[in-house]
């Protein structure tokens, strides 16, 4: 009877530290145990300190690396926004995964010349996934609308790139992505391309990878 019980026991503690164990994963932790090659400009101790003040109410930034100030803006248990610089910024999720008890998804975002991210995906041990495996980010030809289908030379000819801002909402576990050419283009430039384009794209998260809604 000793024995059953302690093979009991035994298994208890064993589903203790399974996977369901990692989906208990916070955005706050993943932030500050990140290594350095995820935010070169901060060390933990800085991390630490920039969760303090947010906790605390306080509006006082941490100095970063290049003598600039960073500070969290947002934090929840699956989210938490850092601004780093005055022209970058990060949000930093924690996905439900079918597979790995959890999913970071990274989004980073520079201002200039019009805010525009990209996001990368982590292990809840910060391994790097490959990104494609979970969002393929989405060629000009998905931004044109039924009118830009029409025309796809001429919006190419005025503008050859996109510059697009990704937003990340754990409510519905939504990807949106903004159209900020807007911000850069002139506006007579813009004005043509405007009714071509698309204002934004939805991706949603499936519990595998980012899935674009139409």
């Known amino acids: 009877m000793n024995i059953l019980k302690q093979l009991f026991i035994g298994v208890v503690a064993m589903i203790a ?5 990692m989906a208990q994963l916070k955005s706050v932790d993943a932030f500050t145990n990140a290594p350095m090659s995820v935010f070169p400009l901060l060390d933990k101790n800085a991390r630490l ?11 006082t930034a941490t100095q970063n690396s290049l003598q600039g100030r960073s500070r969290v803006t947002e934090l929840t248990d699956n989210d938490i926004k850092i601004a780093m610089t005055d022209a970058s910024s990060y949000q930093l999720s924690i996905l439900p995964d079918k597979s790995n008890g959890g999913c970071i998804a ?5 201002a200039t010349p019009a805010p525009d991210s990209r996001i990368t995906f982590y292990s809840p041990s910060w391994q790097q996934y490959d990104t494609k495996s979970r969002f393929e980010a989405p060629s000009m030809t998905d931004w044109l609308t039924d009118a830009g289908r029409k025309t796809p030379d001429e919006v190419t000819n005025m ?32 004005s043509m391309v405007a009714p071509l384009l698309r204002e934004q794209l939805v991706y949603k998260w499936n519990g595998s990878r980012m899935v674009k809604q139409k």
Not at 49 to 59: I, L
Not at 164 to 183: E, F, G, M, R, V
């Open 17 to 21: 530290v399974t996977p369901s164990a």
């Open 49 to 59: 300190d920039m969760v303090d003040y947010f906790n605390s109410g306080s509006s």
């Open 106 to 110: 990274l989004i980073s975002t520079v």
């Open 159 to 190: 503008v050859p790139f996109m510059l697009a801002s990704y937003t990340y909402d754990p409510a519905t576990s939504t990807l949106t992505l903004t159209n900020n050419l807007k911000q850069f283009l002139s506006e007579d430039i813009y």
